[in-house]
T-cell receptor, first 116, second 115 residues
C-alpha cells in the first residue's frame, strides 16, 4: 500500500487566491512526521513545513499552513495569497517511527500552476 | 556555507559502465541519504547513512552501492549501469536521526542517462 497518496496530479489557482493540496498517509506508527517540499522547475527540493504526529496545533509557516486531520490521516497543504512564484511541484512526505534515520516516503506530487 | 553539493550535474553512461556520484555537506549533519526521482513519481530512497560508519538499504537499493567516506561525504556507486537507472539522483542530509523536525536538506541533483 502507498504510504503517501497525493490524488491531484495538477492544480490551478488564480493569483492572490488560496489553494489546498491534498495528502493522505498510511501508517500504523504512533510517532511520525509529515513534511511538504516544493520543487520548482529548476529542480531543487525546498522544505516548506512540518507537522509532528503529537503536535496538537496545525503547523504554519508564513503563507503555508498544514491542515492536519489525524483521524482521517490527512495532511493537506494550504497556500494562502498565491503568488506566481508558487508555481511548482509539491511533494508530501512522511517519516515513520522515532529511531533510526529520518527516512522519508514521498508522494507522487501535485503540479501547481498559478494563473495571473 | 554551500549546504549539500553533488557532482556531476549531468552524466551519460553506456549500459555496463560504472560511475560514482559524489555528495558532500558542510552542515555537520549526522545523517545522509540518496534518492532517485523518476518521471511521475516521488523520490524513492536508495540508501541512507544514519551516522558516520553506518549505511542501510532503502526502498530501491538493487544495482547500487554506497560509501560513507566521513561525516561530510556520502557517495553512490553504480557498478554496471542499466537503462532502468536513468533518473535524477538527489543526495540529502539531516541533523540527527529520530524525532523533531530534522528536515532533510537536498542537493541540486544529478541527471543520469544510461543508453
Amino acid at each position: 500500500a502507498q504510504k503517501i497518496t497525493q490524488t491531484q496530479p495538477g492544480m490551478f489557482v488564480q493569483e492572490k487566491e488560496a489553494v489546498t493540496l491534498d495528502c493522505t498517509y498510511d501508517t500504523s506508527d504512533q510517532s511520525y512526521g509529515l513534511f511538504w517540499y516544493k520543487q520548482p522547475s529548476s529542480g531543487e527540493m525546498i522544505f516548506l513545513i512540518y507537522q509532528g504526529s503529537y503536535d496538537e496545533q496545525n503547523a504554519t509557516e508564513g503563507r503555508y499552513s498544514l491542515n492536519f486531520q489525524k483521524a482521517r490521516k490527512s495532511a493537506n497543504l494550504v497556500i494562502s495569497a498565491s503568488q506566481l512564484g508558487d508555481s511548482a511541484m509539491y511533494f508530501c512526505a512522511m517519516r515513520e517511527g522515532q529511531n533510526g534515520a529520518n527516512n522519508l516516503f514521498f508522494g507522487t506530487g501535485t503540479r501547481l500552476t498559478v494563473i495571473p | 556555507n554551500a549546504g549539500v553539493t553533488q557532482t556531476p550535474k549531468f552524466q551519460v553512461l553506456k549500459t555496463g559502465q560504472s560511475m560514482t556520484l559524489q555528495c558532500a555537506q558542510d552542515m555537520n549533519h549526522n545523517s545522509m541519504y540518496w534518492y532517485r526521482q523518476d518521471p511521475g513519481m516521488g523520490l524513492r530512497l536508495i540508501y541512507y547513512s544514519a551516522s558516520e560508519g553506518t549505511t542501510d538499504k532503502g526502498e530501491v537499493p538493487n544495482g547500487y552501492n554506497v560509501s560513507r567516506l566521513n561525516k561530510r561525504e556520502f557517495s553512490l556507486r553504480l557498478e554496471s549501469a542499466a537503462p532502468s537507472q536513468t533518473s535524477v539522483y538527489f543526495c540529502a542530509s539531516s541533523k540527527n536521526p529520530g524525532q523533531g523536525v530534522y528536515e532533510q536538506y537536498f542537493g541540486p541533483g544529478t541527471r543520469l542517462t544510461v543508453t
